[in-house]
């Protein structure tokens, strides 16, 4: 059965306009002189899509006689001042859709009848009146005379504008434009132009017909200006045309000075001026202080002064009153006009004012043979001249290295720098800074600082190699500097030669390496940057008797025990321990086995060799240890007096980590086959060989083997040949036996 396939679509097509031009007319004819409007319309028309052709030559551009204007979607072509060669075809162009429509322009040139002047005539007479053509004779057909109103022609019109002007007109100064007075009517219509109600008089403004020309235009040229349009046939209405013209003139402000220096507390007035500038500028005053943005000076002064701005009728004034150093900045007079030019005046004010110390009072601290770097800090304008002085006396500038006393001098501070300071050089000095507004002084205390004075300590855990001397707290003094280490002095009664030793500062220090059983004398003192303090009263003291050490006690973990090694750790608690001069360490491994009777008897095997740890370690890794092994470990300490008791301690070691354990190599396939056929070969070789040696039967290989080995290849024979006695034969068992009976019977010896 056939099948019915039905479709259905939607064409869409562009919308398009047609265009049309006013008047609607295919022929217009004009008069020289006059203005002609063509206005080309259309819906949906965008600017640019439409242009005017003059016999389609070329596209009409705007020059003093003829423009084209936008409007909405409106393109108007305006003729000025027709002549007889604007004559031909005009052609608006639709470039979107290729679209043209055209009107014709006929150009007549204008007829001007010159009139006799007024004559008196006498009743009853007859007088003959003449009117003689001047311009356009060739297009005068006839010259009607008519008595009382005139006789408009058929196609009279009155005066109308085609284009208004707008309100309010601004252009720059020293510009030159066009000003056309754009009206239509028939017959030719008469312009007047007013300035201000009064006619133009200016020498850079020309009047041609409907246009007003200005040239250079300066600021007496603006003003309200009128063009009155009127003809024969609207004589009774004048047609006017009104503007107000602005000559704009970029402001400019007169600069009297770009920096001005006043004291503290002193004030003075500047005047922001405007030597130009039309419409007239606004004027304001803006500041910008160091670090911050730029404000509004207020129009209202504070209190004490300050900085403000006053109207005044010259201009704005910036009144600086009573200024201090804060007001000190950068200040800018803006003048700016309607349009958004502006003219900027910058004005820097400087204030200066006394040097002003930050720190007035200061205090430094430093000890004999020591330095010193002292700091006088101020803030000044203008730069001040700085001097230093001790008590009664100016101490010089000097820039010699290579003297004790050495003055700085930076924008901001002055330093003093005193080298290998002595008793003298201690007390208050003054620091002067004098510039041309005042002085101001500085006092900056330099204070010695001396040594600790002597610690005090007991005498704690005496031992025999070793003692504990505890230093018992002193109070603070604000002349004596913190204690950085102390120093000891000790030795045994029976030399005279001091032992020496230097500590860090601490709460505790221990003498050690002492003789045993011995009487001490010891002293100390402290130590910091200004010296060595003062030495202690001398303390005696006697170390104990040196006695063999305690067995040192074992600490184990069952984190130190590993595979194949063991890390041992110990301690000693005797008091002897300071003495002891090394450990020694034996390694057993563990061995058990049952006896009939079913006792397991247990044997200590020696796995390594005894180590000798010497010093003060107290922890050792006994390594070489093989995996899951007991072992047992003895460990005994030693001193110049004898060994201790030994300390045991057993262990089992653990397995090796399945993840360090080393995998089964890799053989590649060749190789294993390489190695199974060669395996089979040999089979088949050996089985070959015991068959013939035992059946004399020949295998695949024997010939070759036979050839080799028993250099007889093939002979079969001999091993079945038998010996009988008396005959001279004998049956052979082996073919090895036979080789040597043979020989002995026939003298003959086979290989």
């Known amino acids: 059965m056939d099948q019915i396939y039905k479709f259905s679509f939607i064409l869409i097509l562009p919308l398009t306009y047609s265009i049309h031009i006013e008047p609607n007319v295919d022929t217009i004819r004009k008069e020289t002189g006059v203005s002609v409007v063509f206005i080309c319309k259309g819906k949906g028309i965008s600017r640019g899509d439409l242009d005017w052709y003059n016999n389609y030559d ?292 400087e204030v200066q004012y006394t040097p002003l110390l930050k720190m007035q009072t200061m205090q430094y601290s430093s000890w004999v043979r020591g330095s010193a770097h002292l700091y006088c800090v101020f803030e000044s304008n203008p730069r001040p001249v700085v001097r230093w002085y001790k008590p009664n006396r100016s101490i010089p500038f000097y820039t010699d290295y290579s003297r004790r006393t050495r003055i700085g001098y930076q924008k901001y501070n002055s330093t003093l720098d005193i080298a290998q300071l002595d008793e003298d050089d201690f007390g208050t000095y003054r620091c002067e800074s004098n510039n041309s507004v005042g002085v101001m002084t500085g006092r900056i205390s330099l204070e010695r600082m001396y040594a600790p004075r002597s610690p005090i300590f007991q005498l704690e855990e005496n031992h025999a190699t070793s003692i504990t001397l505890r230093i018992l707290p002193q109070a603070k003094e604000d002349n004596r500097l913190p204690i950085n280490s102390y120093k000891v002095l000790f030795r045994p009664t029976t030399t005279s030669k001091d032992l020496e030793l230097q500590a860090s500062r601490s709460s505790s220090l221990t003498l050690s390496s002492l003789q045993p059983d011995t009487d001490y004398i010891i002293k100390m003192a402290a130590l910091s940057a200004a010296g060595i303090g003062n030495w202690s009263a001398q303390k005696s003291f006697r170390t104990n008797r040196q006695t063999v050490p305690n067995s040192p006690e074992i600490i184990s973990r069952t984190e130190d025990i590993g595979s194949r090694e063991l890390r041992l750790v110990w301690k000693q608690t005797d008091e002897n321990q300071d003495s002891i001069i090394g450990f020694k360490l034996k390694i057993f491994k563990v061995l058990t086995r049952r006896s009939d009777l079913g006792i397991i008897d247990v044997e200590l095997q020696k796995s390594q060799p005894d180590t000798d740890i010497r010093g003060s370690k107290r922890s050792y890794i006994v390594r070489n240890l093989s995996p899951l092994t007991t072992y047992r470990l003895s460990l005994l300490a030693t001193n110049n ?70 250099n007889n290849p093939g002979n079969k024979n001999i091993v079945n040949e038998t010996y009988e006695p008396g005959a001279g034969h004998h049956r052979l068992d082996s073919p090895f036996e036979s080789n040597t009976l043979l020989s002995k019977s026939h003298g003959t010896h086979i290989v």
Request: proline share 6%.
């Open 58 to 349: 070329q596209v009409i551009t705007s020059n003093y006689r003829r423009s084209t204007q936008w409007k909405d979607e409106e393109y108007m072509l305006l003729l000025s001042d027709v002549e007889e060669t604007d004559s031909g075809d005009y052609h608006c162009r639709r470039h979107s859709t290729e679209e043209t429509v055209s009107i014709t322009l006929t150009v007549t040139p204008t007829v001007k009848l010159e009139a006799p002047p007024m004559q008196t005539a006498v009743l009853g007479s007859s007088y003959k009146l003449k009117c003689k053509v001047s311009i356009g004779k060739n297009i005068v057909d006839s010259i009607i005379f008519s008595k009382g109103p005139e006789i408009l022609p058929p196609d009279s019109e009155p005066p109308s504008f085609y284009k208004r002007w707008e309100h309010n007109i601004f252009k720059k100064k020293l510009t030159s434009f066009k000003l056309y007075c754009n009206a239509s009517g028939t017959p030719p219509m008469q312009y007047k132009w007013t300035k201000n109600r009064k006619r133009i008089t200016d020498s850079n403004i020309a009047i041609k017909g409907s246009v007003l020309q200005f040239n250079s235009l300066q600021i007496n040229n603006q003003g309200i200006f009128l063009c009155e349009v009127s003809n024969i046939a609207g004589e009774d209405h004048v047609k006017i045309l009104q503007t107000t013209l602005t000559v704009v003139e970029s402001p400019t402000i007169d600069v009297t000075t770009n920096k001005v220096v006043l004291k503290v507390d002193e004030s003075q007035e500047l005047t922001c001026k405007i030597v130009q500038g039309n419409p007239k500028p606004m004027l304001m005053w803006n500041y910008t202080l160091p670090n911050e943005n730029l404000k509004t000076v207020p129009t209202i002064a504070k209190a004490k002064g300050g900085v403000y701005v006053r109207k005044d009728p010259e201009g704005l004034k910036l009144v600086l009153s009573n200024v201090q150093k804060s007001d000190a900045g950068n200040y800018f007079c803006i003048a700016e006009g309607m349009f958004g030019e502006t003219a900027v005046w910058q004005l820097q004010v």
């Open 641 to 710: 007096v004898g060994d201790s008791s030994s300390t045991s301690f057993e262990f089992k070691t653990l397995d090796i980590p399945h993840s360090l354990r080393s995998p089964l190599p890799h053989i590649p396939k060749a190789v294993l086959f390489t190695v199974v056929m060669l395996s089979l070969l040999l089979c088949v070789l050996i089985v070959d060989i015991s068959c013939y040696k035992f059946n004399g039967k020949k295998g695949v290989f024997t010939p070759c083997i036979c050839y080799h080995v028993c």
